[in-house]
């Protein structure tokens, strides 16, 4: 499934999520042009296995969970294709489980589908809680053949008429609104971009298991089920009347469903729709969410009397607490991913990858300040906030209503000047402390134009400092998508290549009394944020020099952070 997110498929400007995944995404656009899934799965091998200090233990299941005095201790795992036993102690463990395994195992306090609509006064929540979640889905790629391609439906599939259909849209060229694949009850339509449905990948909403008695204990059972409808739908689309694909023959289906839902671990704060609604920004924001809040019915595919989802819009973003990333009981346990503290229709926003993704940043983060400060998790929010909510910001993390405050950023005490700048661009925004546009901001530096010789950026510092790092964040168009994915009409409307703003060549240059004491040249960069470390280098003033990009006739810079030596 591709990474949906706060932009909701780039119908809210400039909410594309930054840090690691950005950084996932670009590499990825820039080595892996036509978004094959195979290649991208290299992408995210790479960056784990070639990443220094991370070890990668891939095909081990956790068995046990060791917990003394609300602590857990150890884990004991066995990894199946190397037959090898493993067990792992650590100061903090970080359940990004999904269905909250480790929690549930240690002890956590948690919970499984709806709350009332008292119990937290959600005007969208049912009247009485309910266990029912939202359900699975296999997908399937289908080819175009150039020729007519017969199917012959399997005697264990389903067969489906076009009247148990009629709320799933299933033809070529039919408009379709919310995650770009179906037709939700909606709120504010004019959120979602529309798109046509394509019959090449499909559909999220061959869904089932939302009301089965246990979404995870019946996994297996379920993914059963949902091939039979898979190969149901597909004889339906074949057989069943003139769907316009006649040369169209199936090519993959999936065999491990994405599952949507299932346990919850509570923290010491549980996100609620109020605070979607609100566009919330809390005190120890340390992450955001702008997706709808997308709620799937329990029933899925074979509750052919309603839509496959209700979606409630709403403008703007929303933040996320840090206290909803850490266990309120179990004192050593941070959350990641779906099964972080939230409400059920506040959890059908952030579910999201794009969402988890930044969560699960702050959380590694948060769980790495820990470790250094020798602390649970909740000690981390009481004592270390600001330099964890720094820290994210400084690794181009974005949380709405903060700036970088970083009292060891030279560049915010630096004179800023340019070669040229646009109207709307002035060269002094590069250290407002914020790193994308917001509304009516620009928030970046843009030259007038792009000269042969380039445009420049100086900072002139106070005094001379020995300098030790260097941090440019560049554009990257944040108001669109740039991710993989099956479907073809997602493909077909992103840019091809880079993004256009993003610069691609450039040089750093320091100065010592108008003299040049170095100069690094960086050419066909790929990334938004670029870290140069500069050793021990006296100087008193720094320039960048942004020589072309990807296809905007103007140099665009977000934010320059300077960094000195301690013994400074």
Excluded at 104 to 114: E, L, P, Q
Excluded at 492 to 508: F, S, T
Aim: proline letters at 3%; charged letters at 25%; aromatic letters at 8%.
């Amino acid at each position: 499934m591709h990474i949906c997110g706060a932009n909701c498929h780039s119908s809210k400007a400039n909410m594309r999520e930054t840090g690691i995944i950005e950084e996932i995404l670009l590499e990825n656009k820039s080595r892996n042009p036509y978004a094959s899934f195979n290649l991208f799965d290299m992408i995210l091998w790479e960056k784990i296995h070639m990443q220094k200090n991370l070890d990668s233990y891939l095909n081990t299941n956790m068995d046990d969970v060791v917990v003394e005095n609300g602590e857990i201790k150890s884990i004991i795992c066995h990894q199946n294709s190397t037959e090898t036993e493993y067990t792992f102690t650590a100061r903090i463990f970080v359940d990004a489980t999904g269905h909250g395994t480790l929690g549930t195992m240690a002890g956590a306090v948690g919970r499984i589908g709806s709350e009332s609509r008292y119990m937290f006064s959600e005007p969208t929540a049912p009247e009485e809680a309910n266990t029912y979640t939202m359900g699975n889905t296999l997908m399937f790629v289908a080819r175009d053949c150039g020729e007519p391609v017969k199917f012959i439906r399997p005697q264990w599939a389903y067969q489906f008429s076009e009247n148990d259909l009629r709320f799933r849209p299933h033809e070529t060229g039919i408009a379709a609104n919310a995650d770009g694949i179906g037709i939700v009850e909606a709120e504010n339509d004019k959120n979602f971009l529309p798109e046509i449905t394509s019959v090449d990948a499909g559909y999220w909403w061959i869904e089932l298991g939302g009301n089965y008695d246990d979404i995870i204990s019946q996994g297996e059972v379920i993914r059963d089920e949902l091939l039979k409808c898979v190969y149901g739908v597909w004889d339906h689309l074949k057989n069943a009347g003139d769907h316009g694909i006649e040369n169209y023959d199936l090519e993959w289906v999936g065999i491990v469903p994405g599952c949507r839902e299932s346990r919850r671990l509570d923290g010491d704060y549980i996100l609620t729709e109020n605070d979607i609604r609100s566009n919330r920004i809390f005190d120890d924001a340390v992450a955001y969410g702008g997706w709808p809040m997308d709620v799937h019915l329990p029933g899925g595919l074979l509750d052919f009397d309603n839509p496959g989802s209700h979606v409630y819009n709403f403008e703007g973003c929303y933040t996320i607490p840090y206290r909803c990333y850490y266990s309120k009981n179990i004192d050593n346990l941070m959350l990641a991913g779906r099964d972080i503290s939230a409400s059920k229709m506040a959890f059908s926003s952030v579910r999201v990858m794009g969402t988890c993704s930044v969560g699960g940043q702050a959380v590694g983060t948060a769980a790495a300040l820990a470790v250094r400060y020798g602390c649970h998790p909740r000690e981390i929010g009481q004592a270390h906030l600001t330099e964890l909510q720094q820290q994210l910001l400084k690794d181009d993390c974005y949380i709405p209503g903060f700036r970088n405050e970083d009292a060891t950023d030279l560049a915010r005490l630096a004179q800023v000047s340019a070669t040229s700048e646009s109207e709307s661009g002035p060269a002094v925004n590069v250290i407002n402390g914020i790193s994308r546009s917001e509304e009516n901001e620009t928030n970046y530096w843009e030259s007038a134009h792009l000269g042969a010789n380039g445009e420049t950026l100086r900072f002139k510092l106070s005094e001379e400092k020995a300098l030790r790092e260097l941090r440019i964040t560049f554009d990257t168009d944040l108001s669109h998508e740039i991710m993989p994915s099956i479907v073809r009409t997602v493909r077909e409307r992103q840019i091809k290549g880079m993004p256009p703003a993003l610069v691609k060549d450039y040089k750093v240059s320091l100065f010592r009394n108008g003299e040049k004491v170095r100069e690094k040249l960086v050419k066909e960069n790929v990334q938004r944020l670029n870290i140069h470390q500069l050793g021990d280098v006296k100087c008193d003033e720094v320039k960048i020099t942004v020589m072309r990009t990807y296809g905007l006739e103007n140099a665009r810079i977000f934010e320059v952070r300077i960094y000195a030596h301690e013994k400074n």
